[in-house]
């Protein structure tokens, strides 16, 4: 299997603040990854697909980079919609597709 | 618009089989070209893929439930369904089903709101 390792498990920030999530694979997934966000009782939200593309409808201010093995989203201003669950999710692989453990955006 | 809405038992005794259905709405799963898969979310944790299949029948299953799931698709219905048989306490869970885009990209770009299995006797 591939696994997925989100960083930080919990960050505290601020509105309008500047924040950046870290994915890294266990092997080289080129860019099939993926970036969801989730907020509590509620299912999760495409934000990010092959890495970098927007999904639709998605706020310019989420961005995502990287490839290979280490992977980057990128909140350009903290809004306060923005307080959830991100997870990552590779699918270079169907056996299995595995996700991140999350990253939890708190209100610091 | 697409919509994804499970449906099924909320409570399941341990040992016993936990049958979901995920109805689609807003287009056809006959004549598209899409994987449909189900994920599940154990509560206060991370989210794992279950398992998914093509309109036409073709499969892909988590290896570490494989020999407990079936998934199948009913194009009559435009219904999808799981099966996970001899379940106990630790698939208790949000159980989301959920589509991937066409294209072969195995992401998941809508989703179902999810319904809450808990395993008890």
């Known amino acids: 299997d591939i696994q997925m390792t989100q960083s930080p498990s919990t960050l505290s920030a601020s509105v309008g603040d500047r924040v950046t999530i870290t994915c890294r694979a266990s092997q080289n997934i080129i860019t099939w990854l993926a970036w969801y966000q989730q907020k509590p009782g509620k299912a999760p939200k495409l934000l990010i697909y092959?890495?970098?593309s927007l999904g639709s409808g998605v706020p310019s201010r989420f961005s995502g980079s990287g490839s290979g093995t280490e992977f980057t989203l990128t909140i350009s201003s903290l809004q306060p919609d923005d307080f959830a669950t991100y997870y990552c999710?590779?699918?270079?692989?169907?056996?299995?597709?595995?996700f991140g453990g999350g990253t939890k955006v708190e209100i610091k | 618009q697409l919509q994804l809405q499970e449906s099924g038992p909320g409570l399941v005794k341990p040992s016993e089989t936990l049958s979901l259905t995920c109805t689609v709405s807003g287009a056809s799963i006959s004549r598209s070209s899409y994987f449909w898969g189900w994920v599940r979310q154990p509560p206060g944790k991370g989210l794992e893929w279950i398992a998914s299949?093509?309109?036409?029948?073709?499969?892909y299953y988590n290896p570490s439930l494989k020999s407990r799931v079936t998934i199948s698709v009913d194009t009559s219905e435009n219904q999808f369904s799981l099966q996970l048989r001899y379940v106990t306490a630790a698939d208790t869970a949000v159980y989301y089903c959920?589509?991937?885009?066409?294209?072969?990209?195995?992401?998941?770009?809508?989703w179902g709101q999810g319904t809450l299995v808990t395993v008890s006797s």
């Open positions: 999710q590779q699918y270079h692989t169907f056996s299995p597709l595995t």
């Open positions: 299949i093509y309109y036409s029948g073709g499969t």
């Open positions: 959920a589509r991937h885009p066409d294209g072969g990209h195995y992401y998941f770009d809508y």
């Open positions: 092959k890495a970098s």
